[in-house]
């Protein structure tokens, strides 16, 4: 299967199974896919027919080029993984928690899909005790492998923040003890934040992601506290601080944008222009009736905003001021392994969400949703059907993304997402599903833009 499109001038082919990407001209994007069937008398007829000034030589070499990639396994690659692969089962080794370590927040967004930090129960705060023994767990179930992550996540973490200073010195003592390595993040809104609470991030954080909408008056729309009042101005001085302390790395700008902010692309630019060079912009996760949802007529804008944003980025890598954008970040030559692209990211068997109260979840998106509980720290997991579910869980198991160009990109998309859509964590959430090839388009075609620049910069 291949899928072939046009974008800021470059003709692309990306071949499905083997994730190869191929830019050529008009001509060559066309050659490939009249050749698919591998008919070479139709393929040059055809090519004639929409070619005439074109010589037969020229066509007979570019069918031989596209032989030859053939051959190599870099067009119309059979899709040998689902038959090579067997379906994942719910594994022992459990490789990174999220640790919700404060099930309370300073600020009162009205998106938030964790409820204002309380995800539909009660306000607390996670006691050292029980992040010790997630520690412990991950620790218990990590097997041979010897990296693990950990995130600290709210609600707003710097709410509990000696618990989260206590559990990453336990941590550092664990490594030593077992010979493991943590990777510990941070996600806060910034309200917090001063200097010892950077000092101690930029010494023991390896990443840290930092909750910006953009500009102010769409910052301050959602992000308010509990009397209505912005954020903006309190957290970006700090913000900015902050990053400065870091060297400008190990760290994302998390923004959302809504059916409010449809010209998000501002809004990255916004953040770029404040210094910030490592970006993000999610849309919002929200109930379909909410006002601020992404609706299917928002689509277009969209997309467009998207496109724009690739040719913007290339525009500022060339004036020398580049940055990236999380989404469009790809590695296509030394990308995730098969494994790695069939399952995606592990919900509910290798990666785990903790609530303070030491319950198990899936992902941090599932936490409070009594239907999706799969233990806790001290039972186990107790819901061995449910993680056996999670366990098959993976891009062969999404009918809908079987004929998809894109599925070893995206792995099946996000549980939570199709959760919550469709109501099984095997369905498609089908704006995501849209809203994630338009930015793989534009990803490669970025990619491709900037390999060209820098060759000819050589």
């Known amino acids: 299967m291949i899928h072939s499109y046009t974008l800021n001038g470059y003709h692309i082919t990306v071949d499905a199974a083997s994730c190869a990407v191929h830019v050529?001209?008009?001509q060559g994007m066309d050659a490939i896919a009249l050749y698919e069937d591998g008919d070479r008398e139709k393929a040059t007829r055809l090519l004639q027919e929409k070619y005439p000034q074109?010589?037969?030589a020229d066509i007979t070499a570019c069918l031989n080029d596209i032989d030859a990639l053939r051959a190599q396994g870099k067009l119309y690659a059979p899709d040998v993984y689902q038959a090579a692969l067997p379906?994942?089962?719910?594994p022992t080794v459990v490789k990174a928690l999220c640790l919700h370590v404060a099930h309370v927040c300073n600020l009162a967004c009205s998106y938030c899909f964790a409820g204002q930090g309380k995800y539909a129960g009660a306000q607390a705060l996670m006691p050292y005790e029980v992040g010790r023994d997630a520690l412990d767990f991950l620790v218990r179930h990590s097997g041979t492998r010897r990296n693990l992550e950990v995130d600290f996540f709210g609600g707003e973490p710097l709410m509990n923040w000696d618990v989260v200073k206590r559990l990453v010195a336990y941590g550092r003592e664990l490594e030593k003890q077992h010979?493991?390595?943590f990777r510990f993040t941070l996600t806060t809104n910034g309200v917090l934040l001063d200097d010892e609470?950077?000092?101690f991030c930029n010494r023991e954080m390896h990443n840290v992601v930092l909750s910006l909408d953009g500009r102010k008056e769409v910052h301050d729309r959602f992000r308010v506290d509990h009397q209505g009042r912005g954020s903006y101005e309190a957290i970006v001085p700090?913000?900015?601080e902050f990053v400065r302390r870091r060297g400008h790395q190990g760290y994302y700008m998390r923004g959302t944008f809504t059916h409010y902010n449809l010209d998000f692309l501002n809004d990255i630019l916004h953040m770029a222009d404040l210094g910030f060079t490592q970006l993000s912009?999610?849309?919002?996760?929200t109930s379909p009736d909410n006002p601020s949802a992404i609706t299917q007529d928002d689509l277009p804008q969209v997309f467009e905003q998207y496109e724009r944003l690739a040719q913007v980025m290339l525009e500022r890598h060339r004036e020398g001021r580049p940055f990236d954008f999380y989404h469009f970040l790809i590695?296509?030559?030394?990308?995730p392994c098969i494994h790695k692209r069939i399952i995606g990211c592990g919900s509910g068997t290798e990666y785990l969400a903790v609530t303070p109260w030491g319950d198990l979840y899936p992902c941090h998106q599932f936490v409070g949703e009594q239907q999706y509980r799969l233990g806790s720290l001290l039972e186990g997991i107790t819901n061995a059907t449910l993680q056996q579910e999670f366990g098959r869980c993976n891009v062969f198991s999404h009918t809908e993304c079987l004929q998809c160009w894109a599925k070893y990109f995206c792995s099946g998309g996000c549980a939570a997402n199709a959760a919550h859509a469709t109501g099984s964590v095997t369905g498609v959430y089908d704006i995501g599903c849209q809203i994630f090839k338009k930015r793989m388009e534009c990803a490669i075609m970025l990619q491709a833009a900037l390999d060209e620049y820098n060759e000819n910069a050589r």
């Open 54 to 56: 074109v010589p037969l």
């Open 24 to 26: 050529t001209d008009r």
């Open 87 to 90: 379906r994942r089962t719910a």
């Open 281 to 285: 912009m999610e849309p919002v996760v």
């Open 197 to 199: 609470v950077m000092d």
């Open 331 to 335: 590695d296509l030559g030394h990308g």
């Open 179 to 181: 010979n493991k390595m």
């Open 238 to 240: 700090k913000f900015q």
